[in-house]
């Protein structure tokens, strides 16, 4: 592992522990979170966007004019918009993605809710989403935070990840070990 991934991943948990302590301090969490989570959906959809968080040559007065115009035209949260120029003028804002995955899920956290992951071939409805966190959360006790992909590849069945424990029921990972065997046969 090199220094630079470590130093990235320690100095993005201290970024993500202070955004969520200026945001409990101003009692805007929820608020934060949902502009955070909003950002990564941003993130993951926009090539441009996401051009302009990991292109060095941009310089800090663009970005930050940009963060600008997005926090007007969405509303965004102030304390939100002052913390990413913040990023923005430390030159961290390459770690952004980062750091707002860390603090959504240090906000999960502090909930109590544990995180899952559920990857399906069958694209499900919201009713059939809800149902599966509904039983989750029975089976498991406690709050689920459930973050829902439809994977066409799977070609059938789901995969499931709750915490560290995976269950894969889909057709790609029979294959896959149907395969191994006859490799190693």
Request: hydrophobic share 40%; charged share 30%; with cysteine.
């Amino acid at each position: 592992m090199s220094n630079s991934k470590d130093f990235s991943d320690t100095s993005a948990s201290r970024y993500s522990l202070a955004l969520y302590e200026l945001a409990d301090e101003m009692d805007q969490i929820k608020e934060i979170e949902n502009n955070s989570m909003a950002f990564l959906k941003l993130i993951s959809k926009s090539a441009e966007f996401n051009s302009l968080i990991k292109d060095p040559t941009n310089k800090q007065n663009e970005i930050s004019n940009v963060i600008s115009s997005i926090g007007k035209k969405y509303n965004l949260n102030a304390l939100f918009t002052k913390f990413l120029n913040f990023l923005v003028s430390k030159r961290r804002f390459f770690f952004m993605e980062k750091i707002l995955i860390g603090f959504v899920d240090l906000c999960s956290k502090k909930r109590g809710e544990i995180k899952a992951q559920l990857l399906s071939a069958k694209k499900l409805d919201e009713n059939e989403i809800n149902n599966i966190k509904k039983e989750l959360e029975e089976n498991l006790k406690s709050k689920i935070k459930l973050d829902y992909l439809y994977d066409e590849s799977l070609i059938g069945g789901l995969v499931m990840k709750v915490g560290s424990t995976m269950v894969d029921t889909s057709i790609k990972n029979k294959l896959q070990q149907i395969e191994k065997g006859m490799i190693e046969a």
